[in-house]
């Protein structure tokens, strides 16, 4: 089923845009935030993991109001998880109509490389399932993503966890380099969202 919570000019956060510390959205095998604008935000190559105090960290935009309405296709590039034969475009956006067309990006959390908690969200049962396997990745695992360009950052799983649809942690923000991939648990329910922890290697 359909998850609502559940890389090159950055699209705009929609406003009023929530701390992920307060009350988080529901991840839908990936729900969706508000539309970005037109562009696709940079793929940055990392190199450090801690961010200094003084940066502000991402801020995820909130959950939208009609998970179910289409937003403007912008392509961020390709999400490849060998582990489980996944290599499939990325959009920007986090509603159904997006997932239908591959993994989508939560606007306003982190960039793939940047600091802060990359978050990505996927059908496992609905057109593509391109995350119906997520419960499959074990530590080490590694999640690539492919920038517009063809700029590569890998990411390596550290854990898996089974949580409610709208734990604060799944978009939580990081002061280090991280990445989160969610989606529907059970296979053919909503009732809670597996989460996969990623880390950024030094």
């Not at 490849?80 to 959390?109: K, Q």
């Not at 609905?126 to 419960?135: I, R, Y």
């Not at 695992?141 to 709208?166: K, L, Q």
Request: proline share 13%.
């Amino acid at each position: 089923m359909g998850a609502r919570p559940t890389l090159d000019d950055a699209p705009s956060a929609p406003p009023a845009a929530t701390a992920a510390a307060a009350s988080a959205p529901s991840a839908p095998e990936a729900s969706s935030p508000a539309a970005a604008g037109a562009g696709s935000p940079p793929l940055v190559a990392a190199t450090a993991a801690v961010l200094p105090t003084s940066v502000a960290l991402p801020v995820p935009a909130p959950l939208p109001l009609e998970d179910d309405t289409p937003e403007p296709v912008i392509p961020l590039g390709s999400i490849v998880i060998p582990a489980i034969g996944i290599d499939r475009p990325m959009f920007e956006g986090i509603r159904l109509p997006t997932f239908d067309l591959g993994p989508g990006h939560w606007p306003g959390t982190a960039m793939p490389g940047e600091i802060g908690n990359v978050v990505v969200g996927g059908h496992r049962t609905e057109s593509h399932a391109d995350f119906g396997d997520l419960d499959r990745l074990v530590a080490g695992d590694e999640v690539v993503f492919v920038g517009t360009s063809g700029a590569r950052v890998t990411y390596v799983v550290a854990s898996t966890e089974v949580v409610d649809p709208f734990a604060a942690v799944i978009v939580h923000q990081t002061p280090e380099r991280t990445a989160t991939l969610f989606a529907c648990h059970p296979k053919g329910s909503t009732d809670q969202r597996i989460v996969v922890r990623l880390t950024l290697p030094a």
